[in-house]
């Protein structure tokens, strides 16, 4: 039966961070994650599992992608302990042609809060990789994923989406920026060493920053990082005493549940004798407890509030989308005739097997004067005979895949080169007629 890609998700446009938090995974659950969704819904043959601060969506390919995608709704309410109602309302779904534009789409970086953003690309590889590590990648998400890396490239190149566009941590120091008059003089501590906070951090530099503390789980991750940037590295379990120097807080790290709430705000804030704080909260799920917003001179923005700060550089950048759309729509087309071309494996493999058993049964019929042959004669004829087969399954599966790419009945052409081949040696017509077994000549002309 025919496989078909199908995508089950939500993302920054359909549900808030307060419920994408809920569904998150961090990369080192996810091959395990794969691996339990395989074993809950065995009709799934592949998978891949995307979770960034933006979405949160599960690739996979089954034969009954409507019937799989429920089972795999199910599986997540059941593997983040979350009722389905909670996410109902925001989940989507894609299968078929649709599902892989939607790929598509992402990894140019047509779908993210900020258009044309370069760090889903590399997201999506680390999706690919983890799914391999799983082994839960077959051909097609194989190809669809490549597919995917391809178009990723053409759009950056063929396109200025990226010309002055923002990461969300760019996005972040320009919302600090907004909230203080300088940031010259303000200190600054990065929760978190990774790939965000590295972004962030470098725009912070940019622009100025004097005081930058760098705090992380990996303590020789943020020395590295300090050491390049003129900052301080901070041990992550000692952190705490550092906050009442702190003016802007940038939280990046992958945790189960928030860091901070205001339990452990109320000394800080007296401490700093109620000189406002600013908080950024990049974290997926969250860094910081959502109450903390309520706390006098506490300003906390997450993921969601950046958006505001991002609709500002939109404009040039949705432009260019429309030919970044046109790069999609050809490589879609591209991959649509590959998969048409899944279809015909099954026959190919039996027309080959076909050709062969003919050329064994010929070989078999002729047994008797080949074998008076010297060995490099017989071995000339088993070559000539290769060839031939080759050449004969070249033309038969170029005129195959001639007619899947323009015409909707390629199936129509699989069935006919089965009855001519497949169907007629299962009958047990292994003769061809007008061949004479006793002239080697005529039978090799």
């Not at 970086?109 to 590889?125: A, C, F, H, R």
């Not at 190149?157 to 919302?175: E, R, W």
């Not at 003016?247 to 205001?262: E, Q, T």
């Not at 001639?402 to 001519?420: T, V």
Request: hydrophobic letters at 45%; charged letters at 30%; aromatic letters at 6%.
């Amino acid at each position: 039966m025919e496989q078909s890609i199908f995508i089950v998700g939500i993302n920054h446009r359909s549900a808030p961070v307060r419920v994408r938090e809920r569904l998150a995974y961090s990369d080192a659950d996810i091959p395990a994650a794969l691996r339990r969704l395989r074993e809950a819904a065995p009709a799934i043959t592949e998978a891949a599992l995307l979770s960034t601060c933006n979405r949160v969506e599960l690739i996979a390919v089954a034969t009954d992608p409507e019937k799989a995608a429920d089972s795999t709704i199910a599986f997540l309410a059941s593997d983040r302990d979350v009722e389905v109602a909670t996410f109902a309302d925001a989940i989507y779904r894609h299968a078929g042609l649709d599902a892989a534009r939607h790929l598509f789409r992402v990894g140019a970086s047509l779908d993210s809060m900020v258009v044309g953003e370069p760090q889903i690309l590399g997201q999506l590889k680390s999706t690919y990789s983890l799914a391999a590590e799983a082994a839960t990648v077959g051909p097609v998400l194989h190809r669809a994923f490549h597919k995917a890396f391809s178009v990723a490239k053409r759009v950056r190149k063929g396109t200025l989406i990226g010309h002055g566009s923002v990461s969300v941590s760019s996005a972040a120091v320009k919302l600090a920026r907004q909230i203080f008059d300088t940031l010259s003089d303000k200190t600054v501590m990065l929760m978190g060493a990774g790939k965000m906070a590295e972004l962030t951090a470098r725009h912070l530099k940019a622009i100025g920053i004097q005081s930058l503390l760098i705090a992380s789980r990996t303590f020789d991750r943020a020395v590295v990082l300090a050491r390049e940037l003129g900052g301080t590295a901070v041990p992550l379990d000692s952190y705490r005493p550092y906050l009442k120097m702190v003016d802007v807080l940038i939280g990046s790290l992958s945790l189960a549940k928030p860091i901070l709430g205001p339990d452990d705000f109320e000394a800080v804030i007296k401490e700093r004798r109620y000189r406002p704080m600013f908080l950024i909260d990049l974290g997926v799920p969250r860094n910081f407890d959502e109450r903390l917003n309520a706390m006098e001179n506490v300003y906390l923005y997450d993921i969601d509030d950046l958006g505001a700060v991002v609709m500002q550089t939109r404009g040039e950048r949705e432009r260019e989308a429309e030919k970044a759309e046109q790069i999609v729509a050809l490589e879609l087309e591209s991959f649509a005739r590959w998969l048409a071309g899944l279809d015909l494996v099954p026959t190919i493999k039996d027309i080959r097997y076909s050709i062969d058993r003919l050329r064994d049964v010929e070989l078999e019929r002729n047994r008797g004067w080949l074998s008076a042959l010297e060995p490099a004669a017989r071995e000339r004829v088993e070559l000539m005979t290769r060839s031939l087969t080759n050449k004969l399954m070249h033309r038969i599966l170029s005129g195959l895949r001639r007619s899947g790419e323009s015409a909707p009945d390629s199936a129509a052409a699989a069935d006919l080169a089965r009855q001519l081949l497949i169907d007629d040696l299962a009958a047990g017509h292994d003769e061809i007629e007008g061949t004479d077994d006793n002239d080697p000549e005529e039978e090799l002309d």
